[in-house]
Antibody, heavy 117, light 108 residues
């Protein structure tokens, strides 16, 4: 059974940093693109970043470029999102997803990140 | 960047109704269009991929159609468990897979 479990969410002050992790199991992690998607309270889904299976290609939505870094450790079946210079509008539930050519077929339960003083 | 526009943004319908939601891309995306269902407090669930292919386990009352820039999601006979928010998403671009703004389907 495919499972994605996020961790690392919490409350952080504006300007602070947080690192999200996603533990993957039940599939060959090193064969798949992986993605982070977020959802602000009461809002729609926003694609944030993705990373190629070997980690050598990464893409970001403009609003997080230069502040967020996506990475992966295929030996540990883990995906990460390092978030720096956090702002109030980064407050959201962050989902880890398994991606392929036709969408995101598995999603984690989400990790809540709250940026507030 | 590709922009995805869904309509309507909200919709009221009754159990048994046939419902259609549309999604338009700002440029051609071939058939790289996916539909998701999200219920409150839950992660989204992939319903349809490649415009018209039903994800495993999804009831056959859900169907998708379209290609190029215009796509539709149809629910042939609404069931109580179908009341949720639906999102389209393009997966044509490597650099970003943009979502539509969502359509909230409510009980009339």
């Amino acid at each position: 059974e495919v499972q994605l479990v996020e961790s690392g969410g919490g409350l952080v002050q504006p300007g602070g940093s947080l690192r999200l992790s996603c533990a993957a199991s039940g599939f060959t992690f090193s064969s798949y693109w992986m993605t982070w998607v977020r959802q602000a309270p009461g809002k729609g889904l926003e694609w944030v970043a993705n990373i190629k299976p070997d980690g050598n290609e990464k893409y970001y939505v403009d609003s997080v470029k230069g502040r967020f870094t996506i990475s992966r450790d295929n030996a540990k079946n883990s995906l990460y999102l390092q978030m720096n210079s956090l702002r109030a509008d980064d407050t959201a539930v962050y989902y880890c997803t398994r991606a392929w050519d036709y969408g995101d077929d598995y999603w984690g339960q989400g990790a809540l990140v709250t940026v507030s003083s | 960047d590709i922009q995805m526009t869904q309509s309507p943004s909200s919709l009221s319908a009754s159990v048994g109704d046939r419902v259609t939601i549309t999604c338009r891309a700002s440029q051609t995306i071939s058939r790289y269009l996916n539909w998701y269902q999200q219920k409150p407090g839950k992660a989204p669930k992939l319903l349809i991929y490649a415009a018209s292919s039903l994800q495993s386990g999804v009831p056959s009352r859900f169907s998708g159609s379209g290609s190029g820039t215009d796509f539709t999601l149809t629910i042939s006979s609404l069931q109580p468990e179908d009341f949720a928010t639906y999102y389209c998403q393009e997966s044509y671009s490597i650099v970003m897979h943009t979502f539509g703004q969502g359509t909230k389907l409510e009980i009339k």
